[in-house]
């Protein structure tokens, strides 16, 4: 559940850079009910997604310097008779696909080839 929560507070601080509403980083921590330090934490997260964020200091806000757009795509899969549920985020790749919950070795073959 932490990388749900994760990827939210992203989008949320995302849209909030966007409009160039985020307040002061004390503001923005209280508004988005994290500490000052998660804040930093997930600028730094974008940034490392190559987002261009800069604070104007008169404005008090957060904005992108260059265009940035962030897409965040979640699936899940749930196979009937309560056998398998998968959850995975992203990539739909076979080899990195793994079942949450135990299964039988007929139903990974079925799933899987």
């Known amino acids: 559940m932490n990388t749900i929560r994760n990827i939210e507070r ?3 601080i995302h849209s ?4 160039e509403t985020t307040g002061t980083p004390r503001e923005l921590a209280h508004r988005m009910h994290i500490s000052e330090r998660m804040v930093y934490h997930l ?3 974008l ?3 190559n987002a261009a964020i800069r604070y ?3 404005r008090k806000t957060y904005f992108y310097e260059d265009e940035f757009e962030l897409n965040v795509k979640i699936s899940v899969s749930v196979i009937s008779n309560d056998e398998v549920t998968q959850i995975f985020g992203g990539k739909k790749i076979k080899s990195m696909i793994t079942p949450i919950v ?3 070795t007929s139903l990974m073959h079925r799933l899987y080839n």
Do not use: H
């Open 10 to 12: 992203l989008k949320q």
């Open 16 to 19: 909030l850079i966007l409009t």
């Open 43 to 45: 600028i730094e997260q």
């Open 47 to 49: 940034r490392d997604y």
């Open 56 to 58: 104007n200091r008169s």
């Open 102 to 104: 135990p299964c039988r």
